[in-house]
Antibody
Framework: QVQLQESGPGLVKPSQTLSLTCTVS??????????WSWIRQPAGKGLEWIGR???????NYNPSLKSRVTISVDTSKNQFSLKLSSVTAADTAVYYC????????????WGQGTMVTVSS | QSALTQPASVSGSPGQSITISCTGT?????????VSWYQQHPGKAPKLMIY???NRPSGVSNRFSGSKSGNTASLTISGLQAEDEADYYC?????????FGGGTKLTVL
């Protein structure tokens, strides 16, 4: 059973780049066909899809964040990563990594989430 | 890419049934049968409850069911139990993006 675990700094300064990593355990990120996504949730608010990367490396991003987001895969470390540039307080949220096989089209595996605060 | 529209809150008594609606457009909910529903308890990650409008993943109670008509999808929970109290989110998947609803807080009275 594949499991996901987010990691990264819990505090980021305004205008800097937020960087998070999701480690995949219980399976290889490069075997099989999966979509690997990032989703965030500000405190007390709803879920917002950030973007996804396919096993092949192709990506899709939320249009509202596209100019600031990069999602990549590191097969040697069995990880995928999120970089969000020029952050502001509005980017403060719990960040989840999630995945699904392409034919499911729904997130069946989630990480536990990691809180990121943007503050000086 | 606008968020899908859900009621902010619904409530019901144990044993009753409730329905949560999720309204989108012909470009998302109405255009694809890729609507899913997630349950989220406080401080926890969301859990997939329904996928492709009406399918339940293994292990999800058959008290949860989904449907769709036009641009509106619905989640029905029958035989309400105290453990069903949570936030529920709908989601619509397309080939280029995923959109979530604003979430509905279910209170079991």
């Amino acid at each position: 059973q594949v499991q996901l675990q987010e990691s990264g700094p819990g505090l980021v300064k305004p205008s800097q780049t937020l960087s998070l990593t999701c480690t995949v355990s219980g399976g290889s990120i490069s075997s099989g066909s999966y979509y690997w996504s990032w989703i965030r949730q500000p405190a007390g608010k709803g879920l917002e899809w950030i973007g996804r990367i396919y096993t092949s490396g192709s990506t899709n991003y939320n249009p509202s964040l596209k100019s600031r987001v990069t999602i990549s895969v590191d097969t040697s470390k069995n990880q995928f990563s999120l970089k969000l540039s020029s952050v502001t307080a509005a980017d403060t949220a719990v960040y989840y990594c999630a995945s699904h096989p392409p034919l499911l089209r729904a997130f069946d595996i989630w990480g536990q989430g990691t809180m990121v605060t943007v503050s000086s | 890419q606008s968020a899908l529209t859900q009621p902010a809150s619904v409530s019901g008594s144990p044993g009753q049934s409730i329905t949560i609606s999720c309204t989108g457009t012909s470009s998302d909910v109405g255009g694809y049968n890729y609507v899913s529903w997630y349950q989220q308890h406080p401080g926890k990650a969301p859990k997939l409850m329904i996928y492709e409008v009406s399918n339940r993943p293994s292990g999800v109670s058959n008290r949860f069911s989904g449907s769709k008509s036009g641009n509106t999808a619905s989640l029905t929970i029958s035989g309400l139990q105290a453990e069903d109290e949570a936030d529920y989110y709908c989601s619509s998947y397309t080939s280029s993006s995923t959109t979530f609803g604003g979430g509905t807080k279910l209170t079991v009275l």
